[in-house]
Structure formats: C-alpha cells, structure tokens
Nanobody, 122 residues
Framework: QVQLVESGGGLVQAGGSLRLSCAAS????????MGWVRQAPRKERELLGT????????GYPDSVLGRFTISRDRDTNTVHLQMNSLKPEDTAVYYC???????????????WGRGTQVTVSS
C-alpha cells in the first residue's frame, strides 16, 4: 500500500506560480511511477506527467508543456509539481498518483491522493 498526501494548493493570480508537493509513504516506493492528474470542472481528468525512480516517465501534455515541471526527491519520498505562468484554465483539483506500472492511462493508476485545489484568477 502507498499513501499519498498532496499540499501546496491555493489561490493565485494568472501569471503566477505554485508548487505542489506529494508526500508518499509505504514500502518499496522506489518501484513506483508517480505523477499528477488534474480534474477541472466539467472536463475530463488529465494526466500531467509521471516520474520514476530514475527519471521521467509519461511526458507533459501540450496544455502544460513548458510551464509545469515534475520532480522527485528520493530522500524524502516527495514528488513536486512546479507550475509557472498559470492560467485560469489551470484551475482544477490536482491529484498525486502512483502505480508500479508505467501507464498513459489514468484509470490504471492504483493509488491516489485526496487532491488539492488550485484556483487561478484572471
């Protein structure tokens, strides 16, 4: 079992930045791919990217490419999502996800955090 706890969400003006963190606990965390998913109102969930123990996994979608960066601190078992140049359309609940398998399919991720709200005002 893996437990994921997100933090760092909040309200920010367009053009600003936020850094989300996901604290992971459990066994064999080095075997898990970890990443971020967001769910905006009235939109489908979107996989923002993943990262493995040794490096990047699923790449960034065009919607966030060049603005968002996922990193992983192996010492603290924490995954970060650095979000720059935020836009109102980035408003969503952001979830941390983990799975032992590499996948581009959101539905295949076994472990999910509870999510953290990010609101970008115009």
């Amino acid at each position: 079992q893996v437990q994921l706890v997100e933090s760092g969400g909040g309200l920010v003006q367009a053009g600003g930045s936020l850094r989300l963190s996901c604290a992971a606990s459990g066994r064999a965390l080095n075997t898990y791919w970890m990443g971020w998913v967001r769910q905006a109102p009235r939109k489908e969930r979107e996989l923002l990217g993943t990262i493995g123990w040794s490096g990047p996994g699923v790449g960034y979608p065009d919607s966030v490419l060049g603005r968002f960066t996922i990193s992983r601190d192996r010492d603290t078992n924490t995954v970060h999502l650095q979000m720059n140049s935020l836009k109102p359309e980035d408003t969503a609940v952001y979830y941390c996800v983990a799975d032992v398998n590499f996948s581009r399919n959101i539905n295949e991720y076994e472990f999910w955090g509870r999510g953290t709200q990010v609101t970008v005002s115009s």
